[in-house]
């Protein structure tokens, strides 16, 4: 269990954007007095969803041979560890 200051540090947003989360349900805690507790098997899984970029167009996600692209972002996450 971790509070919402250390999600937002985890996930390199505000803790703002975290209470923001909690607030519209998207992000799961429980209130400790005064603090917002977040399982970290929560916060791993709001971070995996897509909901937080736009969808990517077709074209950008094949080359011009047809082949796929990577997916950089996931690739950026996982070279910084990000979950």
Do not use: Y
């Not at 047809?66 to 996931?74: F, T």
């Amino acid at each position: 269990m971790i509070t919402a200051p250390e999600a937002a540090r985890r996930s390199g947003r505000t803790a703002e954007t975290i209470r923001r989360w909690i607030r519209s349900g998207r992000l799961r805690a429980q209130k400790v007095g005064t603090q917002h507790v977040i399982d970290e098997g929560d916060l791993e899984a709001v971070l995996d969803e897509s909901g937080d970029m736009l969808p990517v167009p077709q074209r950008w996600r094949v080359s011009d041979s047809g082949r796929p692209l990577p997916n950089v972002v996931a690739a950026v996450r996982r070279s910084r560890g990000d979950r």
